[in-house]
C-alpha cells in the first residue's frame, strides 16, 4: 500500500501534473484519431519525432522543442504530398515518417558520444519530467485544447459530413490540415511520458474506451478525458509503486480499462439487436 507521501518529492509532483497534461491532451485529440481513422498518423508522427529529438541531442538543444519542429515539418510535407503529388494520406505518412527515422539515425551516428538518454524517448519515463519539459508541455497541451475548444463545431461538422461541410463553406482542407498539425503538438506532448513507441496506444485507447460507452460526440470527449487522466495517473503511481516503466504501466492501465469498457459496453447489446451503432452529432 503507497501513501501520498511520494507527493512531497519535486520530482513526482512535475510527474503528476505531466500526467495530468498528457492525459488531457491526448484524450482530446484521441477522439479525432478514433472518429477519423487517423491513428496510423499519430504512429507516424510519433516515429518522425525521433529524428527531432535525435537532432535536439546533436545540436545540444531541448530535445522536445525539436521534436516540436521536426513534428510540423513532417506535417506540412504530408499535407504539401498529399496534395501536389496526389497521395493518399496513408501513402505520404509512410514516406515521410520513414525518412525522419533515417534522419534520426543519421543524427545519431553523428554524435560525437554515445548518449543513452536519446533511447530513453522511445519508451518514456514520465517520473525524469524537469521543470522546463513539464512548461513545454503544458504550452503545447493548451494549445490543443484551445484550439479544439474554439473551434469545436467546425470539427465536428468535419468529422461527421465533410462533404456537406465542404459545401457549406467551411474550409476543410485547412480544418484538415490543423488536425494534423495539432496532431504532431500531441505526440510532443507526450513523448517524454510514455515515449515514441508507445505514444500511440495513448493517442487511441482513452478514445476508443470512450467509443465503447456512448453514442455522443459530446460525451465521448468527457469520457475520453476521464479515461486518459485515470490512466496516466494510476499508471504513474502503478510505475513508482512497482519500479516498472511508466509508459508501459500507463498504456496497460489505458488497455485495462478499455477491456472493461467493451466488455460492458451498452453497444454491445445493441448490436445485438439492430447489428451496428455508431456515434451521432450531439
Known sequence: MIGLDFLHYGFMQR?????????????????????????????????????????????TINPLFAAVLFCLGTAGLIQVAGRKAQLRMDTAIGVFFAFAMALGVLFIGLMR????????????????????????????????VGVIGLLYRQFKFLTFDEEMAEASGLPTGALAALLLILLALTVVVSLKAVGIILVE???????????????RYGMMFVLS??????????GLVVSYALGIPSGAAIVIVATVLFAFAALFSPKRRKCKVCGQSSVDMG
Open 225 to 234: 478525458w476521464i479515461a486518459g487522466v485515470v490512466s496516466c495517473v494510476v
Open 15 to 59: 510527474a503528476l501534473l505531466s500526467s495530468v497534461i498528457v492525459g488531457t491532451t491526448c484524450s482530446f485529440i484521441g477522439v479525432f484519431v478514433v472518429l477519423r481513422g487517423m491513428a496510423f498518423a499519430g504512429s507516424g508522427l510519433a516515429h518522425a519525432a525521433f529524428g527531432g529529438v535525435a537532432l535536439g541531442f546533436l545540436l
Open 113 to 144: 558520444r554515445y548518449d543513452a538518454r536519446v533511447y530513453g524517448y522511445l519508451f518514456g519515463n514520465v517520473l525524469g519530467v524537469s521543470a522546463g519539459n513539464l512548461v513545454l508541455m503544458a504550452t503545447l497541451g493548451l494549445v490543443v
Open 201 to 215: 496506444a495513448l493517442l487511441v485507447t482513452p478514445a476508443a474506451t470512450a467509443y465503447q460507452l456512448t453514442n
